[in-house]
């Protein structure tokens, strides 16, 4: 796993190949530019060309102190975009691109206006597809660290056959996400936050795929499909309902136990979301990048607020449930669904310091 993360939540490896197609590049940026932020938002400006326009952008630290500049976005023309940012420790001549020691890659999809996106977002990370519509805007994290002296903006204007391959990466099928699990089953759900998220009681509980674990014991993992009904700004939490608050007696040794108010029960922490009515453009954070950074390749990083609109679909990671099967067929407790009073998240960014 890599140790250049570049906000805290947790890694994924993807495997990717650069692919040779036709580009919009700009210039490197160099250190030495009496105004280095300045040439950044040229060179990102002339790689986009008229299918995205830089409103704005600051430099920011993120939690483990590694200097960003965020760009907005906003997105003009609809299709599959890959933006590519080359960086160098070292100046590159101006009429070459650097050999990078750094590349970072911003898939993005991009709907027609009043597309219905869906917005995935489990354990190992949280995916969109589309992760905007035309009018929306971006927030996207350019490294921006003193050290990396060159910058190399470009986007592909023909997709090669690997760029495809990292596009795909970035689209979610929320068909594929309920329904690849065999023998999965539905469950009960108290929606108590029906009055903007519908469930359409469509909740599935799945064992692992390698069967039961140890002494008969078995981990369901539980999906939700939410339809984004009205607008509204929350908490959104998840429970097992267990009769009686109980859980199953004894788990083997061998099993850890999932920390929960309910032993046996793992639940994920409680989302902020910030659902907009339909048809008003949103501001979206990038959830998910890649960077390829000496031999380690990718990350994933989860918003801090769930950003939805109304007519959007969400597909959740509603937990998991340790349960004794023994032969019998399985019966997961039912999900409860909570609403609860908006807190808003640890920032991901904070601003610099004074004379940084």
Not at 265 to 279: C, E, L, N, T
Not at 313 to 318: G, P
Not at 320 to 347: A, C
């Amino acid at each position: 796993m890599s140790s250049t993360r570049l906000t805290t939540p947790q890694l994924i490896i993807f495997a990717l190949v650069g692919g040779l197609a036709a580009l919009s590049c700009s210039r490197p940026t160099q250190r030495s530019h009496p105004d280095r932020i300045a040439v950044l938002r040229r060179g990102l400006a002339q790689a986009v060309g008229d299918r995205f326009k830089v409103l704005e952008g600051k430099e920011v630290l993120d939690p483990d102190g590694r200097r960003h500049w965020l760009a907005t976005l906003r997105a003009e023309r609809d299709g599959e975009f890959l933006l590519r940012c080359k960086l160098s420790r070292s100046d590159a001549p101006a009429s070459l691109p650097p050999i990078p020691d750094r590349v970072v890659e911003f898939p993005l999809i991009v709907g027609t206006v009043g597309s219905p996106r869906t917005v995935v977002q489990l354990a190992s990370g949280t995916r969109t597809f589309p992760i905007a519509c035309v009018g929306d805007t971006l927030v996207v994290p350019i490294p921006s660290e003193p050290e990396w002296t060159g910058h190399w903006f470009e986007m592909p204007a023909v997709l090669g056959e690997e760029e495809q391959k990292t596009l795909r990466l970035a689209r979610a099928n929320d068909e594929l996400v309920l329904g690849e699990a065999r023998g999965a089953v539905l469950v009960g759900c108290d929606n108590q936050a029906a009055d903007v998220l519908l469930a359409n009681a469509v909740v599935k509980a799945s064992p692992p795929q390698g069967g039961s674990l140890a002494s008969g014991w078995s981990v369901l993992s539980y999906v939700g499909k939410f339809d984004v009904a009205a607008p509204g700004k929350f908490l959104l939490e998840v429970r097992h309902a267990v009769p009686g608050g109980g859980a199953p007696a004894q788990a083997p040794a061998e099993q850890p136990r999932m920390a929960d108010s309910t032993e046996g029960s793992r639940v994920p922490q409680a989302r902020a979301v910030d659902i907009s009515p339909k048809g008003q453009p949103i501001a979206v954070p990038m959830s998910q990048w890649v960077h390829r950074l000496a031999g380690h390749t990718g990350v994933a990083v989860a918003p801090g607020v769930l950003t939805l609109r109304v007519g959007d679909r969400l597909v959740l990671d509603c937990g998991s449930y340790l349960v004794q099967d023994q032969g019998r067929p399985l019966k997961p407790p039912p999900l409860v669904i909570l609403k609860k009073p908006f807190e808003p998240p640890g920032e991901s960014y904070r601003p610099l310091p004074p004379g940084s």
